[in-house]
């Protein structure tokens, strides 16, 4: 069983006239809203969102439930901006953590956000940010066209990409939360952390400040560094946490795939691991693919890296290949010469019988000649005529 300890805290600031921010939070759902639009009609969506999440979460606590829960508050907040003129061009942002129930009844943290409202993660007196703002400078910063110092002062920082009760569809971030025991998750609205550095947060958020004293001080520094909007925290201190919770990360689209349901706790990890067996068999392919070619053309290369003179009907004839041949690579015939294998001196008509080696075609050509120049001397008859080498190039097949 995952469990968590809560406190929250939302405030008009010194500078609005109302306080469009919504929250709600109880010991499973945490929910932060900033509604934006012309008189009360931020009031209006970001109340409405709540209540919608709030209302799904309690029929299904599976991601798919709240992830419904948010497109339902979406189609909501938009039929009703475009019923009544008053609330036309209404919005609102909504930063959801719930402990979601997977089907074999594990819970664990699972964050739901649309907008600039923010998640951060306190562990170990350091502050992480755990969502990305759907604003135009925060997605400039991601795409490379802003650096995050820019993004800080950029015009169009405060203009939301996505929003609750905006379009049809709506584009949920959706990321499972790694908790420990001990962590403290602060949900906020940009009106603190547009108040607010990391240093201060972590400063008066952190243990062993008690959670109500923590979000009372949290809301007090915005307003004392501003109050420029509407200021709301809710800050969770998770007691304990359901040992198969396990962190992913990924954007749903309005029909969420089912298969976020069945195989949430593992699904991160047996993606990582499957990339990572196939790219330790796409090594071992290589590597085997490699020593594979390598010993073939090594084999190949010394089958035929030799050469050897071999009587071939009735004259010298000349081979290419290891004489007994190497596995399938048989010796192949590449030259005939016209000098008869018989008029030679014994002795090297015995050795032309165990075949005689040369290091190459010429040398074997040129040894041809000498043998047949030697018998001659031998027979002390003057010199034929017909000393040249006749090359008959084959095409002897090379399998046996
Ligand atoms: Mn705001």
Redesign the pocket.
């Given at each position: 069983m995952t469990r968590w300890r809560y406190a929250a805290a939302t405030d008009t600031g010194l500078v609005r006239g109302t306080n469009?921010?919504a929250i709600f939070v109880d010991s499973s759902l945490a929910i932060v809203a900033?509604?934006?639009g012309g008189h009360a009609a931020g009031e209006v969506a970001s109340a409405m969102t709540v209540d919608r999440v709030y209302e799904g979460f309690l029929e299904d606590q599976s991601i798919e439930g709240l992830h419904r829960a948010i497109e339902v508050a979406n189609s909501d907040v938009l039929q009703e901006a475009r019923d009544d003129p008053n609330h036309f061009g209404m919005g609102t942002?909504v930063m959801v953590v719930g402990l979601t129930r997977d089907s074999s009844g594990v819970t664990s943290p699972t964050m739901f956000h649309v907008g600039?409202?923010r998640l951060y993660q306190l562990r170990d007196g350091a502050l992480r940010q755990l969502s990305e703002d759907h604003s135009v400078a925060e997605e400039w910063v991601r795409m490379g066209r802003l650096t995050p110092d820019e993004a800080l002062t950029h015009p169009r920082r405060?203009q939301l990409t996505r929003g609750v009760g905006v379009e049809e569809t709506i584009d949920i971030d959706v990321m499972s939360i790694n908790a420990q025991p001990g962590d403290r998750l602060l949900l906020c609205?940009?009106?603190l952390s547009?108040e607010l550095s990391a240093d201060t947060i972590v400063e008066l958020a952190s243990p062993p400040v008690p959670l109500d004293d923590a979000v009372y001080q949290l809301v007090e520094a915005a307003k004392q560094s501003g109050g420029r909007?509407?200021?709301?925290a809710i800050l969770l201190e998770l007691d304990e946490v359901d040992l198969a919770a396990r962190p992913i990360k990924r954007t749903l689209g309005t029909t969420p795939p089912p298969v976020a349901v069945s195989s949430r706790p593992t699904s991160h990890r047996a993606i990582r691991r499957n990339r990572w067996l196939t790219w330790r068999l796409g090594v071992a392919a290589g590597a085997t693919i490699f020593v594979v070619v390598a010993f073939f053309f090594i084999l190949h290369w010394y089958a035929y890296s030799t050469f050897y003179l071999a009587p071939e009907n009735g004259v010298i004839g000349v081979y290419q290949g290891q004489p007994s041949g190497v596995l399938w690579y048989k010796p192949e015939l590449v030259a005939s010469t016209n000098f008869s294998s018989h008029q030679l001196r014994p002795a090297d008509e015995a050795s032309l019988q165990d075949t005689i080696s040369e290091p190459s075609l010429n040398a074997a050509l040129s040894y041809a000649s000498y043998l047949h120049a030697a018998w001659q001397a031998s027979q002390s008859v003057a010199p034929t005529t017909t000393t040249t080498t006749t090359l008959v190039t084959t095409t002897t097949t090379k399998k046996g």
């Open positions: 469009q921010d900033d509604g934006m942002t600039d409202s405060h609205s940009d009106g547009n909007d509407n200021i709301s």
